[in-house]
């Protein structure tokens, strides 16, 4: 799940970014608002955490500016204790959640979790392919009665190819919601984690669910015989 926490704080930015990504979402940072909108126009996030209090453009203008484009981005706005009014303001203006100043990490992540539990034909809870179940909301997997015990950066490739499954998604679009944006495209690490996975989830049974299509990318799916 690809991140993208907008805030001006970077101390703050730097222990809620290392703490995301210890759970496995991709991470990327903007500090001001304008540079948001193009952070946003520029790849596909799954969550926004925006603040109110912005340089450049306040957090209130970009909600408006993006839902009035028509980015339905799920955005989690963070305000200050007192700031009411900026709530409301928020809220009207499209923001999904709004979360106080300072909070505990624990709730943050219930909040994220709550924000792609409310698109359910797109983020469903448990997800199923073949006899492979991925389980968002305890972060496990286990294919047949076998638990399969994987890093949390492994959990995010297979959960993002399981909500694709059945579709070919390219290197780019898991780099997008796997990685961050500073992610090297000539690198191989897709490549390793991808041997890593069919490790654990192929290799110990009959049937392969990770495929790869060459010049193209990969798909999770149960196998057909018409597959090369």
Same mark, same amino acid.
């Given at each position: 799940?690809?991140?993208? @926490?907008?805030?001006?704080?970077?101390?703050?930015?730097?222990?809620?970014?290392?703490?995301?990504?210890?759970?496995?979402?991709?991470?990327?940072?903007?500090?001001?608002?304008?540079?948001?909108?193009?952070?946003?126009?520029?790849?596909?996030?799954?969550?926004?955490?925006?603040?109110?209090?912005?340089?450049?453009?306040?957090?209130?203008?970009?909600?408006?500016?993006?839902?009035?484009?028509?980015?339905?981005?799920? @955005?989690?706005?963070?305000?200050?204790?007192?700031?009411?009014?900026?709530?409301?303001?928020?809220?009207?203006?499209?923001?999904?959640?709004?979360?106080?100043?300072?909070?505990?990490?624990?709730?943050?992540?219930?909040?994220?979790?709550?924000?792609?539990?409310? #698109?359910?034909?797109?983020?469903?809870?448990? @997800?199923?392919?073949?006899?492979?179940?991925?389980?968002?909301?305890?972060?496990?997997?286990?294919?047949?009665?076998?638990?399969?015990?994987?890093?949390?950066?492994?959990?995010?490739?297979?959960?993002?190819?399981?909500?694709?499954?059945?579709?070919?998604?390219?290197?780019?679009?898991?780099?997008?919601?796997?990685?961050?944006?500073?992610?090297?495209?000539?690198?191989?690490?897709?490549?390793?984690?991808?041997?890593?996975?069919?490790?654990?989830?192929?290799?110990?049974?009959?049937?392969?669910?990770?495929?790869?299509?060459?010049? #193209?990318?990969?798909?999770?799916?149960?196998?057909?015989?018409?597959?090369?």
């Amino acid at each position: 799940m690809g991140i993208l @926490i907008v805030d001006d704080e970077a101390n703050f930015t730097r222990i809620i970014g290392k703490g995301l990504r210890e759970r496995g979402y991709a991470v990327d940072v903007a500090s001001d608002g304008e540079e948001a909108l193009r952070m946003v126009s520029a790849r596909d996030y799954d969550v926004l955490i925006l603040d109110v209090m912005l340089p450049r453009k306040d957090g209130l203008t970009v909600c408006r500016e993006l839902r009035a484009s028509g980015n339905s981005v799920p @955005i989690l706005m963070l305000t200050a204790r007192d700031a009411v009014e900026n709530r409301i303001a928020g809220l009207n203006g499209g923001a999904d959640d709004y979360l106080v100043k300072p909070f505990d990490f624990r709730e943050l992540l219930a909040r994220i979790r709550a924000l792609l539990r409310r #698109q359910p034909a797109i983020h469903p809870e448990v @997800i199923h392919v073949a006899d492979l179940t991925v389980d968002v909301g305890s972060r496990s997997v286990s294919r047949g009665s076998s638990l399969i015990e994987l890093t949390a950066k492994e959990f995010s490739l297979v959960e993002y190819l399981a909500r694709h499954a059945g579709q070919v998604v390219s290197r780019h679009e898991i780099a997008e919601h796997v990685w961050n944006e500073s992610f090297d495209q000539f690198s191989n690490l897709i490549e390793v984690y991808m041997r890593r996975l069919r490790r654990k989830i192929d290799d110990p049974h009959g049937e392969k669910l990770l495929q790869t299509r060459r010049g #193209q990318g990969y798909v999770l799916m149960a196998p057909r015989s018409t597959d090369v």
